[in-house]
């Protein structure tokens, strides 16, 4: 595909390397041609890294399969996550899974992008529900709207919650910021 062609989004694998194309501005040089000057996200690392591309280049492109999962169980630093469609089970690693344990609960469903075969990028859903195991008692009349107090959740995640909030609770949480979002109704 061409420089020109480009999307933010897209995938493309560069010097063997995976990347996502986070944003690129057309630029207009003084002397010479024009420019793409181009910000990219490693895949792999999480890394940006800025490049100029001209507008004649060819990037290529990558194609990355959605497919749903389901969360399963961890087993120390290992993942057991299952395909919703051909009911197979694959194991991440701590790297590979980051800071998901902390928000899963077995049978959350996940959404992973995988290339030839092989998983690279794991999207959690924006919001989960947790149960509250431990946090300080309620104050009396505490009703500043700038108190909170922490939390500690059943995945033993550790947020900051309104002063109301009690053990037992079941609270949404946002895994994109890792803040209390509201009590959940049950």
Do not use: W
Request: charged content about 25%.
């Amino acid at each position: 595909m061409k420089a020109s062609e480009m999307k933010k989004g897209q995938t493309v694998k560069i010097d063997g390397t995976l990347y996502v194309i986070v944003d690129f501005q057309h630029v207009k040089l003084g002397k010479g041609g024009a420019v793409y000057q181009t910000k990219f996200k490693n895949l792999t690392d999480g890394g940006i890294r800025d490049m100029r591309i001209r507008a004649e280049d060819t990037l290529d492109d990558a194609y990355l399969d959605k497919r749903n999962f389901e969360y399963l169980y961890s087993a120390g630093s290992e993942h057991v996550f299952m395909d919703l469609e051909n009911y197979d089970q694959i194991t991440l690693d701590d790297d590979a899974f980051g800071e998901g344990p902390q928000y899963c609960k077995p049978n959350t469903p996940i959404q992973m992008s995988m290339y030839e075969g092989k998983p690279v990028v794991v999207q959690l859903p924006n919001t989960v529900d947790l149960e509250v195991t431990d946090t300080a008692p309620e104050i009396k009349g505490a009703t500043a709207t700038n108190q909170y107090k922490p939390a500690t959740l059943e995945t033993g995640l550790i947020v900051q919650v309104p002063p109301f909030v009690k053990v037992g609770e079941l609270i949404r949480v946002d895994t994109r910021t890792g803040e209390y979002v509201t009590r959940v109704k049950e």
